[in-house]
């Protein structure tokens, strides 16, 4: 069953590269009862991967809690080394998303379909790979400030970064609409941003006035994005 049996409007999030900071993140989803897709590199599991930025400090997270902590959510490509697809050659990109996916999926035990592009990048070379890959959805970083259902599932523009100002605007407008045909908030980030810019308490008033309205679905990216109630438009042709 499609959630669009039921509801015309449906909210998720997605956030990308598996850090420490995502303990308080889904700490917060859960308690607001949001799901979310988690973008992960399965090459960079094991630390010591850690930086510095804006003063804070930022980590991955090794496997065996990663698996813990996303239960309930979803865990989506991210490339194993994080690199910028555009860059490489047809083969290198192949292992790059095939490894990750087979990686996740053994690690985690779920499927994986859903992917984010490190740095944003990708290209129409890139998209047709990509569905040679197995990926039936892909995640860009554009915002659109629109909740319209992608046209394309293999570069899709979340709706807004959790850091934009238009954040608590879009969400006013998306709780008011009572719209005829499916409308998606496609929410993205990396949590070690509310760190930065002690944004968490922002971040927790937002889900609370997203949270709980009987009239919206809230998925997983791949919940919300795979059933959205427009078949036609989401079969976007690759092979030319
Ligand atoms: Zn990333």
């Known amino acids: ?89 047809d083969g290198e990109l192949f292992d790059e998303v095939t490894e990750d996916r087979h990686a996740l999926e053994q690690l985690f035990g779920q499927e994986i379909r859903g992917f984010a592009y490190p740095y944003g990048h990708t290209d129409k070379r890139v998209k047709f790979l990509l569905n040679q890959c197995g990926i039936s959805y892909a995640r860009s970083v554009q915002s659109t400030h629109s909740f319209e259902p992608p046209q394309d599932m293999l570069e899709i523009s979340p709706t807004c970064r959790h850091k934009e100002e238009e954040i608590f605007g879009l969400a006013e407008q998306f709780i008011r609409m009572r719209p005829d045909s499916p409308k998606i908030f496609l929410l993205w980030g990396h949590s070690y941003e509310f760190d930065m810019q002690q944004g968490w308490e922002r971040f927790e008033r937002f889900c609370e006035m997203m949270a709980g309205h009987d009239d919206i679905f809230y998925g997983t990216c791949g919940e919300v994005l795979l059933s959205n109630g427009t078949p036609e438009a989401n079969k976007t042709d690759h092979s030319n």
């Open 1 to 89: 069953m499609n959630w669009t049996d039921n509801y015309r409007k449906a909210f998720a999030l997605s956030y990308d590269d598996g850090v420490y900071q995502d303990i308080r993140l889904v700490e917060i989803l859960n308690q607001y009862g949001l799901k979310c897709t988690f973008n992960l590199n399965s090459g960079m599991m094991n630390p010591p991967y850690v930086w510095q930025a804006d003063g804070v400090t930022i980590e991955r997270m090794p496997p065996d809690m990663l698996t813990e902590l996303y239960k309930g959510h979803e865990v989506a490509s991210h490339t194993v080394n994080h690199l910028d697809l555009t860059q490489l050659s």
